[in-house]
């Protein structure tokens, strides 16, 4: 979207023209807190954020999502060789998340735990994480001798790690929930309200863009490497992104469960009655789940 100028384009085709400013923010919560003061438009996070924020301003801002930025596994990383399984971690361990409580990973991982040992249990890993960027994390867990022994991570870091042969997966999200949508965009209403063709333009672009990436995987690794100086090989993103787990689609999969655990443990107040209640009605992202 970035590099072909998607968003202008489609802005243009329907009269508009559209300044787009990209900004980098890490964590769901920071994200969060940049949506509802204005400071950026379209946030971009886990699924874990929207619904945290889906819930929190729900009846006032009603932050909902926009569409899905694809299906991808997400790892939990160790270079402990004692931690197996999640129940293998102690209080020596300590487990990198970009935001602690909120991020996708961290709701992954209560997710994981309410299955391990029940639903009062769910947050039993909590107190082992910590927030600290993937980049960060990845250097961490590699080089060792520090009491970071876990990371839950993402593309491409945690296919970096896994080529040290101390690191293994603990926990693999597609394992644990089926096929998914990790990662999302959303947006308040106040903004789509009073944005109708800018708001369109960006979906329009977006479906684009995920039918580029998806058709060709080498462009798109050209393109990623490009935009944003990403320190990997073109053979080794190609190796990552060329198989059938990962899909590139607007269309959020399989996000529910989630949200439905997350209101059973009491993490949301509110209850959807499907994953149409934290997105957008819009025909350009299908039907999703």
Partial sequence: MRDQQLIEKHGKADGLDIKVDWQQLSGGAAINDALLSGAIDIAGAGIGPLLTVWDRTHGKQNVKG???????????LSNNPKVKTIADFT???????????????SRFLQYAAAKQWGDKEFDRLDKYTVA??????????????TELTGHFSNPPFQNQALENPNVHVVLDTYKLLGPNSPTVLYA??????????????F???????????????????????????AKISREELLK????????????????????E?????????????????????????????
Avoid: C, M
């Avoid at 926009?66 to 939990?76: D, E, I, Q, R, T």
């Avoid at 059938?244 to 949200?259: D, G």
């Avoid at 209101?263 to 299908?286: C, H, L, M, T």
């Fill in 66 to 76: 926009v569409a899905s930025l694809g299906n991808f596994p997400y790892y939990l």
């Fill in 132 to 145: 600290l960027p993937h980049p960060d994390a990845t250097a961490s867990l590699l080089s060792g001798g």
């Fill in 188 to 201: 308040t209403e106040k903004f789509r309200n009073d944005n109708p063709k800018t708001y369109k333009a």
């Fill in 240 to 259: 990552i992104i060329d198989n059938e787990q990962f899909q590139f689609s607007v269309t959020p999969t399989n996000t529910y469960p989630l949200a």
């Fill in 91 to 105: 209080e020596k361990d300590r487990i990198a998340v970009p935001a602690v409580g909120v991020s996708v990973q």
């Fill in 261 to 289: 655990f997350l209101q059973r443990v009491g993490a949301i107040k509110n209850k959807p009655a499907s994953w149409q209640d934290y997105f957008f009605e819009d025909p350009a992202i299908g039907q999703g789940s």
């Fill in 203 to 229: 979906v329009a672009a977006l479906a684009e863009a995920a039918q580029f990436a998806q058709n060709d995987k080498g462009a798109a690794a050209d393109t990623y490497i490009r935009v944003t100086g």
